[in-house]
Structures are given as C-alpha cells and as structure tokens.
C-alpha cells in the first residue's frame, strides 16, 4: 500500500535512524486519555502528538475542527524530529482516525513519506511487540520547507458550486444513522448535504484492520465515474480516513475541511433528512 504500513514492517524498522514514529491516540470524550495511555505505555521511539494540536481557533464558520496555523504545525512536527529526510509512521489505536488527520495535514504541508500504521497500537499489543512508558526525546530535526498543496481541501464555496453536477459527487462519510438525520449527538442540525451519498468511514475495516486493496476497489468501484470527488465528515477529521483509502486504490479526493459542522453554520444552505 501506498499510504499505510503493516505492523511487520514497522516492527522491522523500528530503530531506523531516518524514521519518526509519531502516536496520536485521542479520545473525544476525554481528551486526555491520548496522553494518558502514551504515557502508560507506547511504541518504542515514539513520539506523542495530540489531536487537539491539529485543530485551529474555532470561529462562527469553518467547522469544529478548522486546521491550525500552518506555521506552529511546522514547528510542532519539526519538534516531534520530522524533517524532509526521514519518513514518518503514524498510529493511534487503530481505527485510524486522528492518525489519517495527522497523515493528511501532513500531506497538505508537502511532507512526501508519510504512512499510517495499520492496526493502530492495539494490533501491535495483540502481536506481542516492544511497547514502553518512556517518554521518548524527538529525534533531531533538519527542518521543513512549507509546500501547502492547496488543492486538496475545499471550502463552502467550492461544496455550493459543484452541488448537481454530473461529474461531481460529495461524499458524506457519517454514520448512516446521522446522514439520514436519524440522530445527531453531536451538530445541532441532523441530515445532509443535498445529493451527498454515504461512506461510514468505519465500514472501511475488518476487526481494525484496513480491508484489503481487492475489496477497497469494489467499495469505491463506482466513484471512479467521477472528476471531483468531495470528502467530509462532521468536522473533518474521521473523513480523512476515506480520503486515505480512497488515495490508496488511485481516486483523487477532496477533503471539504469545515464539513457537516461548517456546512449548517450557513442558515441559506439546505438540508436533507432522508435518503
């Protein structure tokens, strides 16, 4: 795969000198438990990073979780030893969340080898591997160069323009029960974006694990009949686990940044609340 590493891989190159591991476990509910489960125990040489670092000043627009100036984004991950000579490997505890957040701002800032660690943490517990409470001093950074690829995140606007068009689709990647505004425990208005069609980013894994390339292909088969392919979530962050995979099987997706969150802050814009 072209964006994520296997446990066996990872294993084999632990103590590589030109790799970063960075862990970026998160809990929504708690947004301790990330830093409290690193400091209990973690994999060795790795680094923790927190989600709440990834997420910018939250304003009347742009969602819940707007991305963070991207200059402190820098200068966090060049203190966490990344640099343009080293790949980077990033986990959390497997359903690849807040570690596709952190490959994909990554991406967006121009760093070249970035991976995700399939399985996350617990399937490296589960295998027996090297874990460690040490809190692990970053390796030495040589520093970053910002190459922001603009193109691959898009606003309201861009969401509003591409609505009805024939090659065009947006791709909503919400449970179903919140799509079809059957529940909303989280926004304060429930449904979707009008013609969006449903992706639960869960529905990507078998027991935590990521499907493999074959099943993939058949998931996202009908998405290749599409030129723009628009990605959200609720507040941009569990979408980029579709925006991962689908990378991974050859789509070019978009990630609407503000999503579901940014998307209801707009009274004009519409709604749906069934299929």
């Known amino acids: 795969m072209k964006n994520i590493v296997s446990i066996d891989w990872l294993s084999e190159n632990l103590n590589n000198e030109d790799l970063v591991i960075?862990?970026?476990?998160?809990?929504?509910?708690?947004?301790?438990?990330?830093?409290?489960a690193y400091k209990k125990s973690h994999i060795n040489n790795a680094v923790y990073i927190d989600l709440r670092d990834l997420t910018g000043e939250v304003s009347e627009h742009g969602g819940r979780h707007p991305l963070p100036l991207m200059d402190e984004f820098i200068k966090m991950m060049e203190n966490s030893g990344v640099d343009e000579e080293k790949a980077v490997v990033i986990?959390?505890?497997?359903?690849?969340?807040?570690?596709?957040?952190l490959w994909f701002m990554?991406?967006?800032?121009?760093?070249?080898?970035?991976?995700?660690?399939?399985?996350?943490?617990?399937?490296?517990?589960?295998?027996?591997?090297?874990?460690?409470?040490?809190?692990?001093?970053?390796k030495e950074s040589n520093g970053l160069t910002m190459k922001i690829n603009s193109k691959l995140i898009c606003d309201v606007e861009?969401?509003?323009?591409?609505?009805?068009?024939?090659?065009?689709?947006?791709?909503?990647?919400?449970?179903?029960?919140?799509?079809?505004?059957?529940?909303?425990?989280?926004?304060?208005?429930a449904g979707h974006i009008p013609g969006a069609v449903n992706y639960f980013w869960k529905d990507n894994f078998d027991n935590l694990e990521v499907k493999d390339l074959n099943?993939?292909?058949?998931?996202?088969?009908?998405?290749?009949?599409y030129k723009k392919l628009i990605v959200h979530c609720g507040s941009g962050v569990s979408a980029c686990v579709n925006v991962l995979l689908m990378s991974e099987v050859g789509l070019k997706p978009i990630l609407y940044l503000g999503s579901w969150?940014?998307?209801?802050?707009?009274?004009d814009n519409e709604v749906i609340c069934e299929k």
């Open 22 to 36: 960075l862990d970026c476990r998160f809990g929504m509910n708690d947004p301790q438990y990330g830093l409290n």
């Open 91 to 101: 986990y959390d505890d497997g359903q690849l969340a807040p570690a596709s957040r």
């Open 106 to 138: 990554s991406k967006y800032i121009g760093i070249k080898e970035v991976y995700v660690l399939n399985g996350g943490f617990k399937a490296w517990v589960e295998r027996n591997l090297p874990v460690t409470d040490k809190v692990n001093e970053p």
């Open 158 to 189: 861009y969401v509003r323009e591409n609505l009805n068009k024939e090659a065009s689709i947006i791709i909503d990647s919400r449970a179903r029960e919140r799509y079809l505004a059957l529940e909303e425990p989280i926004d304060k208005k």
């Open 215 to 225: 099943a993939l292909n058949e998931k996202f088969h009908e998405l290749k009949n």
């Open 261 to 267: 969150s940014d998307w209801i802050s707009y009274e």
